[in-house]
């Protein structure tokens, strides 16, 4: 119930993206200049986003539950948008780059049906991303040594002059992704 | 001894032995995993309990990772949270599910990625009722709920062997 609150909160308060009248103050602050690693290793920073539809999702690949479910319903929803596919590039940005070395990204973003774009850095560049992105993350320590993060965990739209213009929640569906990024596309 | 102790005797231990058959199973149902992406290290088991009595679900172990803990995931102003618990409570009668979203069974340093069709032993330890072994059914990729074979699972002895591996 908290969980639906909380998505249906999120869902709401962008739900008119940069149209919006509390949306035009985030439209504006959402997505930035950003200098990571991808998962072969190569530079990959915010130019690199240009031309192309993205959708942009920070987590990490520790995380059981909502990173999966979102990453595959993010790719479902790319399998329904037909021919429109090629038009959106996937952007899983790591929020945990201590473990998320990209050896480890690229083993786990290939066993995902779309092609997506895993990201990784320094700490200091993946504090510079998610600034850019609005995205608060932090470490919690458990009593057995290991850790886990907090993260927002929020499915940014991204149009291809790189201008923030609508959200998903991980709950969000694949059918529902489908329709809004068409709409959004056309 | 009389007659009337004899007769009272045996009243009062059939009176026990239904409360304890009505009190006592605990139904475990739709016990399953999601498979796991490539290098993940962690995984997440998900089930049903009904415990007619009421009980509480303590901890848990399996064989296929190095350490299994109950997790609660929440959201909380769209930052997303996990948190181990203590434990999780059984009302009396009452369907508790632990589901994607939500509670979940934490599987830390999984030995290999769970794949889908493959079945794995996972043991759940009750505050009353005990240990019991449950074989938990691996769900495709992405699955959000049990598929049809997955099913009631049979609980305590008698486990049929893992397979998949």
Same mark, same amino acid.
């Given at each position: 119930?908290?969980?639906?609150?909380?998505?249906?909160?999120?869902?709401?308060?962008?739900? /008119?993206?940069?149209?919006?009248?509390?949306?035009?103050?985030?439209?504006?602050?959402?997505?930035?200049?950003?200098?990571?690693? /991808?998962?072969?290793?190569?530079?990959?920073?915010?130019? /690199?986003?240009?031309?192309?539809?993205?959708?942009?999702?920070?987590?990490? =690949?520790?995380?059981?539950?909502?990173?999966?479910?979102?990453?595959?319903?993010?790719?479902?929803?790319?399998?329904?948008?037909?021919?429109?596919?090629?038009?959106?590039?996937?952007?899983?940005?790591?929020?945990?780059?201590?473990?998320?070395?990209?050896?480890?990204?690229?083993?786990?973003?290939?066993?995902?049906?779309?092609?997506?774009?895993?990201?990784?850095?320094?700490?200091?560049?993946?504090?510079?991303?998610?600034?850019?992105?609005?995205?608060?993350?932090?470490?919690?320590?458990?009593? /057995?040594?290991?850790?886990?993060?907090?993260?927002?965990?929020?499915?940014?739209?991204?149009?291809?002059?790189?201008?923030?213009?609508? =959200?998903? =929640?991980?709950?969000?569906?694949?059918?529902?992704?489908?329709?809004?990024?068409?709409?959004?596309?056309? | 001894?009389?007659?009337?102790?004899?007769?009272?005797?045996?009243?009062?231990?059939?009176?026990?032995?239904?409360?304890?058959?009505?009190?006592?199973?605990?139904?475990?149902?739709?016990?399953?995993?999601?498979?796991?992406?490539?290098?993940?290290?962690?995984?997440?088991?998900?089930?049903?309990?009904?415990?007619?009595?009421?009980?509480?679900?303590?901890?848990?172990?399996?064989?296929?990772?190095?350490?299994?803990?109950?997790?609660?995931?929440?959201?909380?102003?769209?930052?997303?949270?996990?948190?181990?618990?203590?434990?999780?409570?059984?009302?009396?009668?009452?369907?508790?599910?632990?589901?994607?979203?939500?509670?979940?069974?934490?599987?830390?340093?999984?030995?290999?990625?769970?794949?889908? #069709?493959?079945?794995?032993?996972?043991?759940?330890?009750?505050?009353?009722?005990?240990?019991?072994?449950?074989?938990?059914?691996?769900?495709?990729?992405?699955?959000?709920?049990?598929?049809?074979?997955?099913?009631?699972?049979?609980? #305590?002895?008698?486990?049929?062997?893992?397979? #998949?591996?």
């Amino acid at each position: 119930m908290l969980i639906l609150a909380a998505g249906a909160l999120v869902g709401m308060a962008f739900r /008119d993206g940069p149209k919006g009248a509390a949306g035009s103050l985030l439209a504006s602050s959402i997505g930035g200049p950003f200098h990571l690693t /991808d998962q072969n290793g190569k530079v990959f920073t915010d130019a /690199d986003l240009k031309g192309k539809w993205n959708l942009v999702f920070f987590g990490y =690949t520790h995380c059981p539950d909502t990173c999966p479910t979102a990453l595959n319903e993010i790719s479902l929803a790319m399998d329904k948008l037909g021919k429109r596919r090629d038009l959106v590039r996937v952007v899983f940005i790591s929020v945990d780059p201590e473990r998320d070395t990209p050896p480890v990204l690229k083993s786990y973003v290939e066993s995902f049906d779309a092609p997506i774009v895993a990201l990784s850095g320094t700490a200091e560049e993946v504090k510079q991303a998610a600034a850019s992105y609005r995205v608060y993350y932090a470490k919690h320590n458990r009593a /057995d040594g290991g850790y886990d993060m907090d993260h927002s965990a929020v499915i940014y739209v991204m149009d291809p002059q790189g201008r923030f213009t609508a =959200t998903f =929640t991980p709950d969000t569906q694949a059918d529902a992704m489908a329709t809004r990024l068409a709409k959004l596309m056309s | 001894m009389s007659r009337l102790s004899v007769f009272l005797v045996a009243v009062f231990c059939i009176i026990g032995a239904a409360a304890a058959q009505s009190g006592g199973a605990i139904e475990v149902k739709n016990a399953w995993a999601r498979a796991t992406p490539g290098g993940a290290e962690n995984g997440a088991a998900y089930l049903t309990l009904e415990a007619p009595a009421g009980d509480r679900l303590t901890a848990v172990s399996t064989p296929v990772a190095k350490k299994a803990e109950l997790h609660i995931m929440s959201m909380d102003g769209g930052i997303m949270k996990m948190r181990p618990l203590d434990g999780i409570d059984l009302a009396p009668g009452q369907e508790t599910s632990l589901k994607p979203g939500g509670a979940h069974i934490m599987l830390m340093g999984l030995n290999r990625p769970l794949q889908a #069709g493959q079945t794995f032993p996972l043991t759940l330890q009750f505050e009353k009722s005990g240990a019991r072994e449950v074989q938990v059914h691996v769900e495709k990729f992405g699955a959000m709920a049990p598929s049809q074979a997955a099913g009631t699972m049979p609980v #305590g002895g008698g486990a049929p062997p893992v397979s #998949g591996h």
